[in-house]
């Protein structure tokens, strides 16, 4: 665990604070704060929370996040945590375990009374544009978007890649390598620059599938061609074609999810937003071009803007807004389920029953 100080420590009597919680793939990152004073302190882990047959292990969570919550909270003075924002990876289709028990637990072993699950799509999102109606895009390995008009939540994509997450990482990393082997064979659509790019990286074309198939990260390691990709994409015209086609993916699951009425949406009052998050996008222009170009046929109503924050930001604004009363964002059974105390009143929104 790594703990680092931010800010000015205060002392245990300045009142409750919050932990917000990002679990991905890379482990836990953490923050304690408090209302008025923001993020105080932060620590992260490296090792991922396990999924096993119930889904998310939340004991697993709750053993890193626990001591990690406790000394944090100490190196910021707050001496009770009573509101805690926890989004992770997965929590729509392996969340029903930590549904079930991350709340109690919570209760018991640091006193939270407040607790928002959420998937890691909807920190993205609250990350990225707060409590606005709009749609965001989040692009890594993977990519889902997740839109809103607050009032309900839609998403789309996110299925893994072997069955989606079209325009992401690993669907461009593998389309870069069709692109080499179809050169390799002498067949149409090859590039013989991406080729040589794939040959660099991963040794002879002919054995990439023997260096592929077996591994159980082969997501990752299709999306660490991505870059070389873009790399070529300025004078290769396979390699522009591949981005191409993954921000016309982009832009479709976008569309997919962005509002067209609702609160002030679709009035002429209020255009809904759309933004971008995911260290994708750091491939720049190669990628971000071709993705402005499609997201205005598709969402010619739409306004880009750039992402105010990441999805730990998104969590430590929903633990804020709970600590605070001011929580509007939309519940969801399976992407943003919020507990309270019994008559606690402030939060309207659907208390979670699993």
């Known amino acids: 665990m790594v703990v680092e100080e931010v800010g000015n420590a205060v002392s245990s009597s300045a009142g409750p604070g919050f932990v917000a919680v990002d679990s991905g793939g890379s482990g836990l990152r953490v923050v304690v704060g408090a209302a008025g004073r923001g993020p105080l302190a932060r620590g992260a882990s490296g090792e991922p929370v396990r999924t096993g047959a119930r889904g998310i292990d939340p004991g697993h969570l709750m053993e890193q996040l626990v001591p990690m919550a406790r000394g944090l909270a100490a190196e910021a003075g707050i001496g009770r945590l009573d509101t805690a924002a926890v989004g992770a990876a997965g929590l729509a289709s392996l969340g029903d375990a930590l549904r079930a028990e991350l709340p109690g637990a919570l209760a018991r072993e640091l006193g939270v009374r407040r607790v928002a699950l959420a998937a890691d799509a909807v920190t993205a999102y609250v990350g990225a544009l707060g409590s606005r109606p709009g749609a965001v895009v989040a692009a890594g390995t993977g990519l889902i978007a997740v839109g809103t008009d607050l009032t309900g939540w839609r998403r789309a994509d996110g299925w893994g890649h072997l069955l989606g997450d079209c325009g992401g990482g690993a669907w461009i990393g593998r389309a870069g390598l069709e692109a080499a082997l179809r050169a390799h064979d002498g067949r149409d659509g090859g590039s013989g620059r991406l ?113 105010k924050g990441n999805p730990l930001h998104g969590a430590v604004c929903i633990a804020t807004d709970l600590a605070t009363g001011s929580f509007t964002l939309p519940g969801d059974e399976k992407m943003l389920c919020v507990t309270s105390p019994a008559g606690g009143g402030g939060i309207d929104v659907p208390k979670a029953d699993t």
């Open 195 to 307: 080729l040589e790019c794939a040959e660099e990286m991963f040794g002879p074309a002919a054995a990439l599938p023997g260096h592929l198939y077996p591994r159980t990260d082969r997501a990752a390691v299709l999306a660490s061609f991505a870059p070389r990709v873009a790399e070529c994409a300025e004078d290769d015209a396979v390699a522009a074609d591949i981005l191409r086609a993954a921000a016309r993916h982009m832009a479709d699951s976008a569309a997919a999810v962005c509002p067209k009425t609702g609160p002030g949406v679709g009035s002429g009052s209020v255009e809904p937003l759309v933004a971008l998050t995911g260290g994708l996008f750091n491939m720049g222009d190669p990628l971000l071009v071709p993705l402005d170009e499609e997201l205005a046929k598709r969402l010619p109503r739409a306004r880009r803007v750039v992402a």
